[in-house]
């Protein structure tokens, strides 16, 4: 039956999105000052695991960051409105469909990394970012909500910024997210 209508949708979306964490992953494999953390289960608030996974949780100098990597073909865009009278309001289009969602997957992503933390006694920034592979990206990095929307070549730049984080911070940091974030 599958030689005659091919693999299903599903698979094949879910073929990509590997093909997409595989490419983001190696780029980070050229961070120096930095510890990755690939695959990783997300815990319930009742501290049970759920099915859910986190790309990438990257320590760096300047805190964590949760990196979700997307491969979605077509042009990117960032489409704002309101403002002076009005609430702003921020979504993000890709080929023309409104995929804001990804954006507030990583939001919970975030939250969840910023309550692991929490009584760990690391008071440390936790952000997130959208990482395209593939995608027609805009010139001028953008942003929703805090959360950063860049390609590989992009995403290194804003990981490899200094901060106040030394190497025994990190792996300590490291540490405690494997531990509470185990492989997916």
Same mark, same amino acid.
């Given at each position: ?26 780029? =980070?494999?050229? =961070?120096? %000052? ?6 990783? #289960? ?5 501290? #049970? ?40 309001? %921020?979504? =993000?289009?890709?080929?023309? $469909?409104?995929?804001?969602?990804? &954006? ?25 970012? =959208? ?8 010139? &001028? ?10 390609? $590989? ?32």
């Amino acid at each position: 039956m599958l030689a005659l209508v091919g693999d299903p949708a599903q698979t094949k979306v879910w073929a990509q999105g590997a093909e997409g964490e595989r490419a983001v992953g190696e780029r =980070l494999d050229w =961070l120096d %000052e930095a510890v990755v953390l690939n695959d990783r #289960r997300v815990r319930r608030p009742n501290g #049970r695991l759920s099915r859910a996974n986190i790309d990438h949780l990257v320590i760096t100098p300047t805190g964590v960051w949760v990196i979700d990597a997307k491969t979605h073909r077509g042009k990117l865009e960032v489409r704002r409105s309101g403002g002076l009278f009005s609430p702003r309001v %921020e979504r =993000l289009f890709i080929n023309g $469909r409104d995929r804001t969602g990804l &954006i507030d997957g990583v939001r919970r992503q975030v939250d969840a990394v910023a309550a692991g933390l929490r009584g760990s006694g690391f008071d440390v920034n936790v952000r997130g970012a =959208l990482c395209f592979v593939g995608t027609e990206l805009p010139l &001028i990095d953008q942003e929703i909500a805090g959360i950063a929307i860049r390609g $590989r070549r992009g995403l290194l730049k804003l990981l490899r910024r200094p901060g106040p984080l030394g190497v025994a911070q990190l792996e300590q940091l490291a540490a405690q997210l494997e531990e509470h974030f185990p492989p997916a």
